[in-house]
């Protein structure tokens, strides 16, 4: 079956624009989570969506959010970019909230 | 909070030779613990993944990992690794079921580098 699709897989923004970022789980998976990774700071946990529900969110401003919609797929949006928002983003969809994540190829954001 | 260590950065090994990359964590309880390994530019593939019952867990590509409550380490080997095991490894916390589930989504450590020299 088909993997955990991001799309696009790279995006360039400007500072102060805003960016939307899209991730098709994996057919029957409910949970999606969103995750950043940069050098510095490696892999961190954005939020996770289960059944449309933002279960929880990580330790990032407001200027980050997402939604799911019915059909699982999910978006995540940062508004009023930053440098330091420049980064992979990665989509990992589960079964369950517990169950293994399988991860997305991601979207590499640069931020000018 | 939960935390993950992985204390080497960077691991040179020759190819056909043995591997072993260490992970320790800081969980409230035994949480479930994974391995990933994330090719240039790529996502994360799951390697392997210990949830209960038997420490000794086996993954794909020939990789394994014994989970050790004693030493909350959960590390990673292969007997004999190929040039194409070359890339970042992570190990990986995220809390069991029984707590409720994802709360804080999985928790990783900072990678191991792993380099095959020929």
């Known amino acids: 079956k088909a993997g955990v699709t991001q799309t696009p897989r790279y995006l360039i923004k400007t500072r102060g624009q805003q960016v939307t970022l899209s991730c098709s789980p994996i057919?029957?998976?409910?949970?999606v989570s969103w995750y950043q990774q940069t050098p510095g700071q490696g892999l961190q946990f954005l939020f996770e969506?289960?059944?449309?529900?933002?279960?929880n969110k990580g330790n990032f401003p407001g200027r980050f959010s997402g939604r799911q919609f019915s059909n699982s797929r999910s978006e995540m949006n940062v508004s009023t970019l930053e440098l330091g928002d420049s980064a992979l983003y990665l989509c990992?969809?589960?079964?369950?909230?517990?169950?293994?994540?399988?991860f997305g190829q991601g979207t590499r954001l640069t931020v000018v | 909070a939960q935390s993950v260590t992985q204390p080497d950065i960077h691991i040179t090994v020759s190819e056909g030779a043995s591997l072993e990359l260490r992970c320790n964590y800081s969980?409230?309880?035994?949480?479930?613990l994974f391995w990933y390994v994330q090719s240039p530019g790529q996502g994360l593939q799951l390697l392997l993944k210990?949830?209960?019952?038997?420490?000794l867990v086996q993954g794909i590509k020939g990789f394994e990992a014994e989970f050790k409550r004693s030493q909350s380490s959960f590390n990673l080997r292969k007997p004999s690794v190929h040039w194409s095991d070359a890339a970042e490894y992570f190990c990986?916390?995220?809390?069991?079921?029984?707590?409720?589930?994802?709360?804080?989504?999985?928790?990783f450590g900072k990678g191991t580098h792993l380099i095959i020299q020929p």
């Open positions: 969980y409230g309880a035994t949480p479930y």
């Open positions: 210990y949830f209960s019952g038997d420490t």
């Open positions: 990992a969809s589960s079964l369950s909230t517990a169950d293994e994540a399988f």
């Open positions: 057919s029957g998976h409910r949970s």
């Open positions: 990986a916390v995220g809390p069991p079921a029984y707590s409720g589930g994802g709360a804080d989504g999985l928790t």
């Open positions: 969506y289960f059944s449309e529900t933002q279960r």
